[in-house]
């Protein structure tokens, strides 16, 4: 079992930014890698970013990859997401979850997954 927690969301105006947390704990060793997804209100989970727990490989959205950055504390057990230059359209519960696999982009990858953390962006 591996346990992830969020924490960092908040409510933020336009054009801010925001850093959200991502701990692990339990059997992180039979991880891989993680990743970042986020569901806006009546619409499906979709992808943002993974990373492997050593940091050395990252992958991205088309659509974030030029505001967002996913990155990793192995002594932590802890993943980031920096976002930066926010957009009201960026409003969602924002989820961190852990795979086998790299890149892994579809939520069936993903073997276990936080509660999320709400971001909400203000125009």
């Known amino acids: 079992q591996v346990q992830l927690v969020e924490s960092g969301g908040g409510l933020v105006q336009a054009g801010g930014s925001l850093r959200l947390s991502c701990a692990a704990s339990g059997r992180t060793s039979s991880t891989y890698a993680m990743g970042w997804f986020r569901q806006a209100p009546g619409k499906e989970r979709e992808f943002i970013a993974t990373?492997?727990?050593?940091?050395?490989?990252?992958y991205y959205a088309d659509s974030v990859k030029e505001r967002f950055s996913i990155s990793g504390d192995n002594a932590k057990n802890t993943v980031y997401l920096q976002m930066n230059s926010l957009k009201p359209e960026d409003t969602a519960v924002y989820y961190c979850a852990s795979t086998r696999q790299f890149p892994a982009v579809v939520i069936g990858l993903y073997d276990y997954w936080g509660q999320g953390t709400q971001v909400t962006v203000s125009s």
């Open positions: 990373i492997t727990w050593r940091g050395i490989r990252t």
